[in-house]
């Protein structure tokens, strides 16, 4: 296949930076998506440009690392994929496509198509967490937990922080990262001390990152590679409100 | 960028996005009950001017003598208006901070030009913001027209019954009304079920299902129930 | 002896406090010197990596209340590889009441590891790996339960007993969740400094002692030195030496190579673990292997067309026409023979002209016969995710065509040496997780890795550190213009200018892609002697082709991808070389590693434990002279040495 490429080029955060075309030709159907970028970038590293910057690592879809808004769509046009599983065999021979990272104020642009997503670690650091120092721990089977729960829990802690829902949300929120974790240890008995403190300080901290508001669209949904639901945003407001509200929560 | 303290924290959060969407659930929740009573006092057109008339000094008279004249009525407007003004209030913060976080554009910050739509969104839900701005200049214009009998098309009347009647034999003043409910209907398919989420009620797929069932439930009953005397009185039915 | 390397002292100080082995690790932390909790506060520990072993570690640190500094190469800690594992993490719980105890995953390991593992720490990994788990679930890890409420277990990797706890195909993303935010706790409590996107280039060392770091701001570019009392190093295995792995695209052993370059003792490089149930490669583009969990091979029929070359479609080749070749050589164990076995087999038939898919190499992995007996649901239920990732790379349905495999490098048992108290040869260079060498001998068990990271991470190292600590802080006035320091500094920036002055005609990836195929093809599942030399003439050889001719792009002062990944690929280079020569040096079959020419009349890998009983721990004496081999003998008390078989 012979692909034409658009690509965000921004040779740094002070940069303006602006849209850049290139052509890649002989490209197999079953690359992945990243391996067609390589091969991009070892034309250009050949002819002596500057070769894309990219974020990626395990490319298995685990890691979060990898973004890219490709055609406007967090992750691309697979549903449940992270760009790195992404394969070309979804495009066809002559496709034009136009990839840009990442957008909101408060995940700025690096270089190219890397943004700074530490706001999403503050908002962990804030309070995503449940206080276990090292060797204080009882027996593993002391507390049972529901299966539901468990289940509940996990499909939470599912999330892998990639940042996908807030590049597609129109009021660029965290709502659905903040909700998966909120989700995610509140739903297990060991998180129940620290609820209320949690979903109060990290929504606190989402907010001053600059984060918008969830106006439940539900876009996030649909572009989140660990397919968390749209109701963790909701188990999160509720869980804000009954924090706000219980007598000794300041 | 860090917030510190516990109270820094507490603070922070009541005036975050969760708390604001809240506020602006129960304002708008209290406007949909409200608007189930107006629709109910509506359709007493078909019980004919007097018992129209009756019911609208009724709705003055309640409480009496324990509230003086109207005292009812100037309650449940005094309500009426913090949730409106908690409503907007909450909905124009929000929104600024939305375009604060997307770079003034929202979802139309990327260059390209394709799925600007979005994959899943619908129509309803991003249409709220200029949604809510139709309807608000429909209901200043309304409140004009039949509550405060300052603009009269058809002609002006002390009974409501005949002011209602007057206004809804033009063709135009109901195209207008049916316009509006249009623009009420949206708001209120994607602001019932999102109310709900905001207060924290989804709490699950089958949950996030009766939710979106209840808010279509409301917005074909409230549209209907209001659409059904202009429309009758257009056609001549009642007369 | 040949002119590839030089034999140096055995190795004699372990630290290993010796008595019953059930009480030795009891008896070390009695020994081993405190620090007291109000001195804690000035004394600073640098820790490279955020993995299950290095955010674990700086987590309990800081806990613990020392000044601590993070480092990772992500934009974020819970980003490091050990996120990707997939299986579980075996305990010594026995909560099933199986006959499991302390002592028999001990055996295991030992066994697992074809005994060349140390018995001291391999039984202290066993007695702690207890409260791992109650460490995870105290922090949230939403382990898989019982519908009663309690943990779940299966058994895993061919073990008798159900010890592998879960979630779901996912443990090592929520094991590493667990640590990460046990991390950023501490980061809100000020105790840890954490820093991302960061890469650790040198090691400082002054007075004999690890004392700092140098680190690159990746964003940046500006070269920063780091100074404290202790130094630790997390940073993983070096399985990218190999290019194609699973590790992910940026593990790289440019914290330990440096290490071992400023004295560190490198010990069995040329352990690696090649894993067999892994997505083949589609082709030449390929820039790494995504693995699939071994329990595909409880319920797959592993086998190839027994005509060399046949290539119709799998479903039209009968029966009696396929070779179910593990089935055929291992009638007892079958498709549930050891990883090395079935790799090892695997790559006999493709070499043999068996391979199937467009590229040759790869075997099938067939569900048909599964489907019919347990049902499409049944095998949708366990399998599932798995099937749905296949599909997604492949685009092939494998519960209509056999699923293809190919073995792949998955993890390197061999690292930096360590004692007991898993401090390396140079004092105050602690070095834990996969970037060590010490439990895993020659071969690691399945769900080990998650459990040996953790249990160096929050449970030894804290404990054996502050003996160090207590008797060795960093002398007052020594600061960042110490000598050592700006030396090393230097000689980052200086080896930094020259990649980047080069500007010749091949990429980065070019090279090392070639480096991969070579060790691959001669260091990989099957070596042997001519093999290894040829190997280590065409490293040699390839690498003076890189200094002269490789192509880094861009600036020193910027984001410069292409030159990070120089940086790794030049020590790639070295580090090749070295597991090449270890390979040399171990002319016996071992653990994942089969020597040609050590082999039984039936062709099975045969262990000579007479001759090569021991660690073998390198020393770096200098660019082209030839390293120093050091013994360490390894003595076992508590289990007796037999020959694997699985016939």
Known sequence: ??????????????????????????????????????????????????????????????????????????????????????????????????????????????????????????????????????????????????????????????????????????????????????????SL?????????????????????????????????????????????SQLNHDVLSGLTQPGGQ | MTVKTTAGRYGRALRSSVVLHAVMAVGGLIMALYL??????????????????????????????????????????????????????????????????????????????????????????????????????????????????????????????????????????????????????????????????SLGANTSVVRRRRLNQLAYAVTIVIIGGFLIPPVSILMGWVR | MNDLYTLGEPLVDLKDPGGPIEDRWDKRRFEAKLVSPANRRRLSVIVIGTGLAGGSAAATLGEAGYHVKSFCYQDSPRRAHSIAAQGGINAAKDYRNDGDSIRRLFYDTIKGGDYRSRESNVYRLAQVSESIIDQAVAQGVPFAREYGGLLDTRSFGGVQVSRTFYARGQTGQQLLLGAYQALERQVQAGTVDLHTRHEMLDLIVIDGRARGVVIRDMITGEIETHLADAVVLASGGYGNAFYLSTNAMGCNATAIWRAHRKGALFANPCFTQIHPTCIPVSGTHQSKLTLMSESLRNDGRIWVPAKAGDDRDPREIPETERDYFLERMYPAFGNLVPRDVASRAAKNQCDAGHGVGPTGLGVYLDFVDAIGRLGRSVIESKYGNLFD?????????????????????????????????????????????????????????????????????????????????????????????????????????????????????????????????????????????????????????LKEQFWSNVRVTGHDEELNQALERAGRVADFFELAELMCIDALNRAESCGGHFRSESQTDEGEALRRDGEYAYVAAWEFTGLGTPPRLHKENLEFEYVELQQRSYK
């Not at chain 1, 690509?7 to 740094?12: A, D, F, G, L």
């Not at chain 1, 008995?189 to 539900?218: K, L, N, W, Y």
């Open chain 1, 1 to 186: 296949m012979n692909i034409t490429l658009r690509i965000w080029r921004q040779q740094n955060h002070d940069d303006q930076g602006r849209m850049v075309s290139y052509g890649v030709d002989d490209i197999s159907p079953d690359m992945s998506f990243l391996e067609m970028l390589d091969v991009l970038n070892e034309q250009l590293t050949l002819t002596g440009d500057d070769p894309v910057a990219f974020d990626h690592d395990c490319r298995e879809g685990i890691c979060g690392m990898c973004s890219l808004m490709i055609n406007g769509l967090a992750h691309g046009p697979e549903a449940l994929t992270a760009t790195c599983q992404l394969h070309m065999r979804h495009f066809a021979d002559g496709d034009v496509i136009d990839i840009e990272p990442w957008r909101s104020n408060a995940f700025p642009v690096i270089k190219d198509l890397i943004v700074d997503r530490s706001a999403l670690d503050r908002i962990v650091q804030a309070g995503g967490y449940i206080s276990a120092p090292t060797g204080s721990a009882p027996d593993a089977n002391t507390t049972s937990v529901a299966r539901k729960d468990a289940d509940r829990a996990f499909d939470g802690a599912a999330c892998i922080s990639c940042g996908a829902c807030v590049a597609a949300c129109p009021n660029g929120s965290a709502s659905l990262f903040l909700g998966a974790k909120i989700t995610h240890l509140g």
């Open chain 3, 389 to 541: 990732m296949y599909r997604k790379i492949t685009a092939e349905d494998p519960y209509q065509v056999p699923m293809r495999i190919y073995p792949a490098i998955h993890y390197t048992m061999g690292g930096l040496w360590v004692d007991y108290d898993l401090q390396s040869s140079i004092p105050g260079l602690f070095v834990i997780g996969e970037a060590n060498f010490s439990d895993h001998g020659a071969n690691r068990l399945g769900a080990s890795a998650l459990m040996q990271g953790l249990a160096d991470g929050y449970f030894i190292l804290p404990n054996t550190i502050n003996d160090y600590l207590a008797a060795n802080p960093l002398s007052p006035g020594i600061d960042t213009s110490h000598p050592e320091a700006v030396k090393a500094a230097t000689a980052v920036r200086d080896r930094i200018e020259k990649l980047l002055a080069i500007n010749g005609g091949r990429s980065v990836d070019s090279f090392h892609r070639e480096l991969g195929s070579i060790l691959w093809e001669h260091c990989g599942m099957e070596r042997n002697a001519e093999g290894l030399e040829h190997a280590i003439g065409l490293i040699r050889g």
């Open chain 2, 36 to 197: 189930v009573a107006h629709m109910y006092g509506n359709l007493k057109i078909f019980s004919g001017q007097a018992a129209f008339d009756g019911y609208s000094s009724y709705l003055r008279t309640i409480g009496e003598p324990l509230l003086p004249y109207s005292g009812a009525l100037w309650i449940l407007r005094v309500v009426l208006l913090v949730s409106v003004g908690a409503h907007i209030y909450a909905a124009f913060v929000l929104w600024h901070r939305a375009r604060a976080a997307t770079g003034g554009k929202g979802g139309w910050r990327y260059q390209t030009t394709r799925n600007r739509r979005g994959v899943q969104r619908s129509y309803a839900s991003f249409t709220m913001r200029w949604g809510g701005i139709v309807i608000l200049l429909f209901v200043i214009y309304h409140l004009l027209h039949l509550t405060a009998n300052v603009i009269a098309p058809g002609g002006a009347s002390e009974s409501p019954y005949e002011r209602m009647i007057n206004g809804f034999s033009i063709w135009w003043v109901v195209l207008s009304y049916v316009i509006a409910l249009i623009a009420l209907g949206f708001h209120l398919r994607h602001g019932v079920w999102s109310a709900f989420a």
């Open chain 1, 189 to 233: 008995p060991q998180g129940q001390p620290e609820r209320d403190s949690r979903a109060v300080s990290m929504t606190a901290q989402h907010d001053a990152e600059g984060f918008g508001g969830c106006t439940q669209i539900g876009e996030c949904t649909a572009v989140c590679p660990a397919g968390i639901p749209l109701d963790m945003i």
